[in-house]
């Protein structure tokens, strides 16, 4: 099935999920502005998060955006938007496998939503022409890469913030 209409046969529908039907035409598109390669070609293989490996990635920047790499080497860390292309589009209500209990899209940061968009704090190790060596991603190989921010740690960083339901983490389905 198309991704952007319903599960690829890798998510498919668990108990408790809820689907929609997405509008019938996109209001804005994007332009890839490269890949990111990665050790991973399965979702099983996969970090589920930024912080669950240190291995090398690389972010391949299409020749056309080099110049817009300019000082970015200045940078100690980045922010990696990138487009999660295997995911399905229409899931509302998600049953994460690893807490059994369903919760709304916007709650979690599983990569199946409307607009498939992931992010990374990355740490940048180095910088060869436009392609970009980093360490901190969570997605399977060829993933295509939407944009690159600076991270700021003065703004982007907010010590204190919370996410209730991770806080229960005990709380599991029988
Ligand atoms: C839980 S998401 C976290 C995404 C991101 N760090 C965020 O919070 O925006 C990471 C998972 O997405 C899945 N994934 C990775 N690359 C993908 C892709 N290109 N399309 C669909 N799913 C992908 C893998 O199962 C991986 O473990």
């Not at 991704?3 to 994007?30: H, K, M, W, Y």
């Not at 890839?32 to 099983?44: A, L």
């Given at each position: ?13 668990r ?9 019938a035409?996109p209001?804005?598109?994007?332009y890839?502005?490269g ?7 399965e979702?099983?293989?996969c970090?589920k ?5 240190d291995a090398?990635c ?11 790499l ?6 100690s ?19 994460p496998?690893h807490?059994g209990?369903?919760?709304g899209?916007?709650?979690l940061?599983?990569p199946?939503?409307?607009n ?24 399977l190989?060829?993933?295509p ?18 996410v ?5 983490k ?5």
């Amino acid at each position: 099935m198309n991704p952007a209409n319903g599960p690829t046969p890798d998510f498919g529908i668990r108990p408790g999920e809820q689907a929609v039907d997405l509008p019938a035409s996109p209001d804005a598109g994007v332009y890839f502005i490269g890949r990111i390669r990665t050790p991973w070609t399965e979702r099983k293989d996969c970090p589920k998060n930024a912080r669950a490996s240190d291995a090398v990635c690389t972010v391949e920047v299409e020749a056309r955006y080099a110049p817009a790499l300019k000082e970015v080497e200045t940078c100690s860390h980045l922010v990696l938007l990138y487009w999660m292309d295997k995911a399905p589009r229409n899931l509302v209500l998600q049953t994460p496998s690893h807490y059994g209990i369903e919760r709304g899209t916007f709650s979690l940061r599983s990569p199946a939503r409307p607009n498939p968009i992931a992010l990374s704090v990355v740490k940048l190790l180095s910088v060869d022409g436009n392609k970009l060596s980093v360490v901190g991603l969570d997605c399977l190989d060829g993933t295509p890469l939407l944009d690159i921010k600076p991270y700021f740690a003065s703004t982007d960083s907010v010590p204190d913030a919370v996410v209730g339901w991770h806080k229960r983490k005990d709380e599991r389905a029988p």
